[in-house]
């Protein structure tokens, strides 16, 4: 078992070690850049297909870094969850890879913007696998420092005015969450996750632990975009070039915001109905403002980055229930989410590159000339509006039913409102850019490069057998075991440390 | 006006500058070398290194420090100290797991004791240095490109 | 615990800074200072009642220590905070560059 569970490691060292040779080898020609980045993401998505694989023989896997056990030293630690979002993440950033090898064009350096994606594919890598609560903030920096930098890169003036919004309000997060840390370290002093865990268990709920989860909602909630914490996403997520917008709102804010939130939360501080409550009132809140926001958009991506925080209320909604089908739904849902949302960017991006403009008053009729852009945006609007048979209704339909089986009708009727806003919102996004009468300057656009049209097709194909994952041999291999990682609660404590004497 | 500021400073901070440089990089390298038994290691050594550049940018003018450490050699230096670091913390494989400290560990309090720490050490403060350095360079020259233009 | 209190007050005056100025310097200023805050807090936190500072020496007797492992996840936190200023001061000096002026109340492309 030791020498399988080498693999862990892999998932951060691979795409840092391309980052750093990036500079050194990259610079002369590009399409080294696009070979490393491409061959990169295609490493790690098989790695994490593979580690799914890997825990159907082992649930919890244990890595300690440097043969120091912990806790004392930093172990990495691969349960369902984790496997879950590492396969989100993974694949999502292999697409975007395949697709900004053309997009990326338009900019001068395309070897800085490699090693900005690398970089922060590698934080968000170790922010996932990682067992120990500092190393979390370190990777989190690591990934959060490097999407400043991307949302500023072609540096024309909404970028910058954007990106220096989203860097203060990021940090003043991250201190939070270093607030957070301090004081979890003070009263438990031990940094691993599953210590802090038993630690906690053992003590009772005294009044600091109250005060360390009000901290962290205000930190992760700022990462990860819920309301009253979302006022740089509008304005950050339409500003960066396309493939970084579908890397920000489809992986960043769920690897970095929600999954920090669940293993924190359920796992080591331990759940009570206080928390799940709020958690369940800032879903809601998020998803009904968002969609109330959205809809009197005529900027495509501003469209697209306020429903990504009324998804997000969805899948904290579905988190915050703490019945397993909820937790299920949620997670069924984040999955999904990455996967259109990536695809909606992507879109936007193609539609871009091609006419020049984003605003959705002056397209129209484009599914003539684009008919792959045109068909797998209509795929992904269905699937965000929640029509069968695409995966975004199986896992709006668990959250809606987990909330009544759970005696919130209250929340399961905002979730059905905001559901039917959303398909109006998308319904106008289709008919004003996509069909309708093509304007007469735009008679001569073509469809976008073959590597962008790759990656559409490879997420919408996703998007339509997503609904498979709840067959019963598959949920109980992929994503039951997430959401049982999640349920078992502050054991994870236990069962994480039990193999380590 | 501005051609007085690229010829840099008085001739007195030209002076204590060319006594000093060497002695504050000397310094440098012996709060990194011996990291390992007093405090200080790569990061502090790192920056102290950046800052006898830095204070030669100050005293002589830009042309003169880039003459001396130009900007391709910072961006050299700055991935192979990231790449070494990487490759020593993968050599610990050899010894069954990541970062492992393999090389032998010798008596406490010696300078060459203490495993793979002070080779880590010279690799951060590689890194550190140069980053240091381009950072300032890049606030330098972005400076001058933007008056250049008016 | 007069300290931790002062602790507390700069990190406010730092929030402070970063919520009521309007110039895009005083803003980083007051992130450099929140940061400060919350670093100090960490090492005041590893204080041990008569310890001494963690450092090993030949001749060493060995007595009561503070606690080491803060300073070295502070020495990370100062690294992250310099890196994270640096962006900052390049992303505010290129937004001069566009706009011409330091002042947030002008800077407001981005609206709705």
Known sequence: MKTISNIIPLFVIIPLASAFLIPLIGKKKKWICDLVGALTTFALAYLSV????????YPNLVYSVGAWKPPFGIAMVLDGLT??????????????ALYSINYMEKFTSKWKFYTLFLLMLGGMNGVIVTGDIFNLFVFLEIASVASYALVAFGTEKHELEAAFKYAVMSTVGSLFILLGIVFLYSYTSTLNMADIANTL???????????????????????????????????????????????LSGVLIKSLGVYALCRIFYNVIGINPALSSILMFLGALSMVVGVFLAIGQWDFKRLLAYHSISQIGYVILGIGLGTPLGIAGGLLHLLNHSVFKSLLFLNSGAVEYSTGTRDLQKMGGLASKMPVTGTTSLIASMSIAGIPPFNGFWSKLIIIVAAVEAGRHGYAFWAVLASIITLASFTKVLKYGFFGTLKKKYEQIKEVPIFMKLSMIILAAICLVGGLLLLPEVNEVFLGKASNAISEGVNYGIMVLKDIK | MSKEHDKGMSVIVKTITRLTVGLIMLYGIYILSHGHVSPGGGFAGGVIIALSFVHLMLAYGKEAALKKFPKSATSFFESTGAIMFLSIALLGFTGGYFFLNFISKGEPFKLFSAGIIPLCNIAISLKVGAGLFAIFIALVLLRFESENKE | MIIYLLCLVLFCEGIYCILRKRNIIKIIIGIIIAEYAVNLFFILVAYRKGGRAPIFSPDAQITNMVDALPQALVLTSIVIGLATTALLIAIAMRIYEKYGTFDITKIKELKG
């Open chain 1, 50 to 57: 593979y580690a799914v694989h890997l825990t159907r023989m």
């Open chain 1, 83 to 96: 496997v879950f979002m590492l396969v989100t993440v993974n694949i999502v950033a292999f697409t975007i």
């Open chain 1, 201 to 247: 268990a053992g003590a009772g709920n005294p009044n600091i632990v109250v005060m360390i989860s009000v901290l962290f909602i205000m930190g992760f909630g700022l990462k990860a975009a819920l309301v009253p914490f979302h006022a740089w996403l509008p304005d950050a997520h339409p500003s960066a070039p396309a493939p970084i917008s579908a890397m």
